[in-house]
């Protein structure tokens, strides 16, 4: 689908951020499926297009029911005009046009298109099997008790946070298992900052290391929102920004667990520190989560083949 807006001649806006989400009934319906970012395409001089695209499964609609789609700017864009269509040979009947209440006498300039061939569904959590034994400790983040209240640790791991932020423990997890939250954002109007880090030892310097994990997040990885894992092969655990913590992005898709893989990992003596990391800087109209789930460190067999 797309959209035909506006924003303006200004030097310092070149385009809209948006977020296309699919809600259920009307425009205060729940949301289904997964929410969309996208950014404007070039049309003319202070407009252009934003699209955006699902997979099959990715948006569970049920044959006859009414659905809404809302296109919501999101940081840094402040806001669009919309483009509409006055004229009769255009009127959808089935369907209208909300912009703080409804405007039954105007179509968006709007195209929908459904395709009857597509690609076939995205598997979102293929099995996760390292090979070797998994030498952190609950690394499956199985272990814990639940609760969205200042929850506890999960046994072997530490928070850190070097902003304000909500931990939270629970059913958030591949397949409706426990994993480790954290949560900021329109919950609570605060632009977070944290994670959980532990201390692997008794690693052998001479040999290599391969970690794995799952992580999920509420947004994209971007300008305003962050979702990342990383290692320090000195095993520090006391400084998120070290220089010596190797990071790798995550957050590819919304609401999608992903998994990060590094390899040839080599501790410098006989320990490695794993960390996880969630941040946002601006707070903006999302509920920002980031779940963690899944994570093993074994030791590589053959490492290259060999």
């Not at 970012?37 to 099959?56: C, E, I, K, S, V």
């Not at 791991?157 to 397949?175: C, E, I, P, V």
């Not at 994670?195 to 970690?211: E, F, P």
């Not at 590094?262 to 779940?291: A, E």
Request: charged share 20%; aromatic share 10%; hydrophobic share 35%.
């Amino acid at each position: 689908m797309d959209l035909l807006v506006a924003w303006g001649m200004s030097e310092d806006v070149k385009g809209v951020q948006a977020e296309f989400r699919v809600r259920e009934g009307g425009p205060n319906g729940k949301i289904i499926g997964i929410p969309k970012r996208t950014f404007t395409a070039w049309w003319a001089p202070g407009m252009g297009f934003l699209g955006a695209a699902w997979q099959p499964g990715e948006v569970s609609l049920t044959p006859g029911r009414t659905c809404c789609i809302e296109c919501v700017a999101v940081p840094p864009s402040k806001g669009y005009n919309v483009a509409v269509v006055n004229s009769p040979n255009n009127a959808y009947p089935r369907g209208m046009a909300f912009r703080d209440g409804p405007v039954p006498d105007q179509d968006l300039e709007m195209t929908i298109v459904e395709y009857k061939t597509c690609l076939k569904p995205v598997t979102n959590n293929p099995a996760h099997e390292p090979k070797g034994k998994n030498l952190i400790i609950n690394g499956g983040f199985e272990e814990g008790i639940p609760n969205e209240q200042n929850a506890q640790d999960p046994s072997g791991w530490t928070r850190w946070n070097t902003g304000q932020t909500s931990f939270w423990y629970g059913k958030y997890g591949r397949n409706g298992s426990n994993a480790a939250r954290i949560i900021g954002g329109s919950i609570n109007d605060t632009c977070i900052d944290g994670g959980y880090v532990q201390r692997v030892a008794g690693l052998d310097s001479k040999k290599t290391y391969c970690l794995s994990g799952w992580t999920s997040s509420s947004a994209k990885t971007d300008i305003c929102y962050m979702t990342a894992v990383g290692y320090d092969p000195t095993g520090q655990t006391s400084d998120p920004n070290s220089p010596t913590i190797v990071w790798k992005l995550a957050g590819r898709r919304s609401f999608i667990f992903d998994k990060v893989v590094f390899t040839g990992i080599r501790p410098q003596t006989d320990s490695i520190s794993i960390w996880t990391r969630g941040s946002n800087n601006q707070v903006g109209d999302l509920v920002f989560t980031v779940d963690f789930d899944d994570f093993a460190l074994v030791e590589e067999i053959n490492p290259g083949g060999k």
